[in-house]
Every structure is written in C-alpha cells, then in structure tokens.
T-cell receptor, first 113, second 115 residues
Framework: AQSVSQHNHHVILSEAASLELGCNYSYGGTVNLFWYVQYPGQHLQLLLKYFSGDPLVKGIKGFEAEFIKSKFSFNLRKPSVQWSDTAEYFC???????????FGAGTTVTVRA | EAQVTQNPRYLITVTGKKLTVTCSQN?????MSWYRQDPGLGLRQIYYSMNVEVTDKGDVPEGYKVSRKEKRNFPLILESPSPNQTSLYFCASSFIGGAGNQPQHFGDGTRLSIL
C-alpha cells in the first residue's frame, strides 16, 4: 500500500511570510495528487490537484504546488500567507484508476497577525 | 446547493449501543466513502462504495458496516461501538472517471464519543 508523508506537523508563520509544505508519497507508478485544506471546524475542501501536464499547478486562494516525479514529491507553496490561511493542510494521493485516497497526517498552519 | 450531508454532527453514546451515522449527497455521485480523522494520523478510509450495492473495505474497516441501497445514501453503522471508535468521521463523494482524478466532496463531519 502506498503511504503519504507530510514532513511538518505544525508550522507557525507571520502574515506575509512564504509557506512551503512538503509531501512525499511512496508509490512508483502513475498517481493523482491532491491538496485539501480544513479550516477550523469545517470540512475538507480541495485546494488543487495534479493528474497530468504541467507539473506546476495553481489552485485557489493563491496556492500552488509542484509535482517532482523523480523525488515523489508534491509540495504546496504560497508566496505570502494571510491570517485566514490558518488551517490544517492534507496531501492525498491515489493510484491511476483507483479511487482510494491515501492521506498524509496533515500539517497545521498557524498564521500570526 | 451541492452538498454532502451527515447526521448527526455530534453524538455521545455508550459502549455497545448500536448507532448509525447517515450520509447523503445530492450530486449524483457514484463513489462514496467514509473516513475517520484522528490527531497525527490524518484521514483513514473505513469503507467505500463505487455504486449501488457495491461496497468494499478501506484501511480500517474493523467494527464498522456500511450499505449502499440507494445512490445518494451511504450510512455508516457501528453495531457495537467501543471507546477506540471515538473519532471525527467524514463522508465524501465524487464522480467516477478521469482515472481517479475527480476530487472528493466532504461532509461537515460527525464527532462521535463512545464512553
């Protein structure tokens, strides 16, 4: 079974700082990759996804992620965070043609005003 | 409005008392799934369903049952709940297609406490 690793458990930033969250997966075949965000007390929402094409994908709220196949990575970035980006961020992966999503443990991001 | 609706949102109950958490979606999605979310473990899949009458185990199915008699509904059943099933549960749904790249839509979650 594939596994998904998120390197940072908790990240604390000041507003306007840049954010990068790491995500690595273990499966060597073709995968679909997702980043979800969970704001406090809310359900998960899709930030962005990658399944083919340009490895740099842009999502909502100014987030982007880069797929690096050779490193099995799909890191999430945002150049300048806002207080409202305080949330938990989950990386998720599924194998091509398989709908079972494997999630990372999540990274809690706290942005201080 | 497109949504996944779970009920109840919160439940405190006792060991051994059967309970059902309902999940309903109005997007005509074929795929539905249940996850549990525990601190430090992320979301782990309990069961999933590819369509009506088609269900399969996820990573942590022990102690849970599901059914998919109608396309829109996917209830999660705990026949004899135990304290280790205290968790936050999410139902999700999506279309099938695109080789698995369809994003899942999540419900608001159900927080279960088993005493």
């Amino acid at each position: 079974a594939q596994s998904v690793s998120q390197h940072n458990h908790h990240v604390i930033l000041s507003e306007a700082a840049s954010l990068e969250l790491g995500c690595n997966y273990s499966y060597g075949g073709t995968v679909n990759l997702f980043w979800y965000v969970q704001y406090p007390g809310q359900h998960l929402q899709l930030l962005l996804k990658y399944f083919s094409g340009d490895p740099l994908v842009k999502g909502i709220k100014g987030f982007e992620a880069e797929f690096i196949k050779s490193k099995f990575s799909f890191n999430l970035r945002k150049p300048s965070v806002q207080w409202s980006d305080t949330a938990e961020y989950f990386c998720a992966v599924n194998v091509l043609d398989d709908y079972k999503l494997s999630f990372g443990a999540g990274t809690t991001v706290t942005v201080r005003a | 409005e497109a949504q996944v609706t779970q009920n109840p949102r919160y439940l405190i109950t006792v060991t051994g008392k059967k309970l059902t958490v309902t999940c309903s979606q109005n997007m005509n999605h074929e795929y539905m799934s249940w996850y549990r979310q525990d601190p430090g473990l992320g979301l782990r899949q309990i069961y999933y369903s590819m369509n009506v009458e088609v269900t399969d185990k996820g990573d942590v199915p022990e102690g849970y049952k599901v059914s998919r008699k109608e396309k829109r509904n996917f209830p999660l059943i705990l026949e004899s709940p135990s304290p280790n099933q205290t968790s936050l549960y999410f139902c999700a749904s999506s279309f099938i297609g695109g080789a698995g790249n369809q994003p899942q839509h999540f419900g608001d979650g159900t927080r279960l406490s088993i005493l």
